[in-house]
């Protein structure tokens, strides 16, 4: 069975630091994996998306990446600013699933 | 372009009673996944729909049962409502198995049972 963790829970920064979120998952048999963020209260915006046979992905200030063989995921966000606070959450889907399964979320938080 | 949709936003209801969360997919999409999000956890897989068939379910009682129209929205029902099933409903859409681009999601329907 999948299981996904994501630590730290929370994370508080000052605005302009550079930071990294951790994921990992126990079983490296997956096809992709996406990340998402989510305002309180809302649902959940995609970020990247990673494909079992790339090592990364970039969007503007966020950078993904991706080891299978170690099960862990990495999110680095560059320059943050008060905008990025909010949950991120990463999610797993394995070969020939449909389903996809997820951790808990870091709940980060910029501080001016 | 029109992202996922769904309604209501906020639902009360009563134990026991029955209720009904509506979705429509991202325009071009043609499945749609539903998952249950409690507070303070990531999002639990209920069952996703495609060609008006349930494709997969997650570990949810046959309380939990869906739908899937012609125009490729879709319907959650949730039968003898318990307190536990107070939570954020969230809608997914893809195109074929989503294999390629991931799943969209909305906002979602924040369902609280007293």
């Known amino acids: 069975k999948q299981e996904v963790t994501q630590i730290p829970a929370a994370l508080s920064v000052p605005e302009g630091e550079n930071l990294v979120l951790n994921c990992s998952f126990t079983d490296s048999a997956i096809y992709n994996l996406q990340w998402f963020r989510q305002d309180p209260g809302k649902g959940l915006t995609s970020l990247l998306l990673?494909?079992?046979?790339?090592r990364e992905q970039t969007s503007g200030r966020l950078n993904a990446s991706l080891d299978k063989s170690s099960g862990r995921s990495t999110l680095y966000i560059a320059a943050s600013q008060p905008g990025d606070s909010a949950t991120y959450l990463c999610?797993?889907?394995?070969?020939?699933?449909?389903?996809?399964?997820f951790g808990q979320g870091t709940r980060l938080t910029i501080n001016p | 372009d029109a992202g996922v949709t769904q309604s209501p936003t906020h639902l009360i209801k009563t134990r026991g009673q029955q209720v009904t969360l509506r979705c429509s997919p991202k325009?071009?999409?043609?499945?749609v996944s539903w998952y249950q999000q409690a507070l303070g956890q990531g999002p639990q897989f209920i069952f996703q729909y495609y060609e008006e068939e349930e494709r997969q379910r997650g570990n949810f009682p046959d309380r939990f049962s869906g739908h899937q129209f012609p125009n490729y929205s879709s319907e959650l029902n949730v039968n003898a409502l318990l307190l536990g099933d107070s939570a954020l409903y969230l809608c997914a859409s893809s195109l074929g198995t989503g294999m390629a681009y991931g799943y969209t999601f909305g906002s979602g329907t924040r369902l609280t049972v007293v």
């Open positions: 999610a797993v889907r394995g070969w020939g699933a449909q389903k996809l399964v």
């Open positions: 990673i494909q079992s046979s790339q």
């Open positions: 325009s071009g999409h043609d499945t």
